[in-house]
């Protein structure tokens, strides 16, 4: 049994450990052993942890993000773009970039959305746009006919091609024009990339959202009006961002761009004849 007495010890000699006390009653000698303290956070690197404790590197990584000119052929890479993961690096935008790029693509005479985008084109942004597209585009072609049946007395019935024809009209126009697009450079040996005109024609859509929100009003001149504005400005912005590009092609370049204005501009007519056809 441990005696109630406790044995002084000096406090200037204790260095790391205390040195066991000789007692001859039967005191009980104590010795702790050496403490091996350490600074919190540690000063170097500890454990198998080195350089840095940031979040590992996505599995995908390698993928070159294709931007103008940026594009490196990579092993497999046609095997790898059957995965989801092959894809994963272009939706990986925070919701800021892109109201950012929808905010550029309202103002197209800047012509600074390609270097903006160039290290980091993502189909977030066009994917999405094309998608409000379709839908935009099905129900206010829907309420419109709608309304103009009341009014003329006319029975109306609901038309669901509208949806299976806005779905082909986007998502095809911002997948073939693009590639097309893509070949046309390739053949004059202009270096492009392609998820970067996926990216530049995707977000040049936007401007048809409010444009067929405001084709609701009854009035037909209003709608021309509207879809000319419309087509002017997106066929702005695509041409002006791929204008300095293109002319690396030589003479050439200038009716590039001009086909380009051109085919931009007679989508937007295309959506005003067969999506605004009836007159209210």
Known sequence: MMSGNYTAIDSQKVSGSVPAVSDSAGHIAVKFSD??????????????IV???????????TFSKSAFGSEEPQPSSWFQALTIGYYKPFFDI????????????LFPFKGSFSEKTADNPDLYGPFWICTTL??????????????????????WVYDINLVTWSA???????????????LILKYF???????????????????????LCLSVIPLDLFRWVVAGVAGFMSATFVALNLRNHIRSAGERWFFIVTGIFLLQVALAIVLKICLFTISV
């Open 189 to 211: 040996s202009v270096p492009s990339g392609l998820v970067q005109l996926f990216c530049l024609y995707g977000y040049s859509l936007f401007i048809f959202i409010p444009a």
């Open 134 to 155: 379709i839908f935009v585009a099905a129900s206010i072609s829907t309420f419109v006919t709608y309304v103009a049946h009341k009014i003329q007395k006319k029975d």
């Open 51 to 61: 350089g840095g404790s940031g979040p590992p590197r996505d599995a995908d990584d």
């Open 94 to 105: 925070d919701t800021s970039d892109v109201l950012e790029r929808i905010k550029d693509s």
């Open 168 to 182: 082909g009209l986007f998502y095809g126009y911002v997948t073939v024009v693009p590639i097309c697009l893509y």
């Open 35 to 48: 403490s091996n303290l350490q600074t919190f956070p540690p000063t170097g690197p500890q454990g198998k």
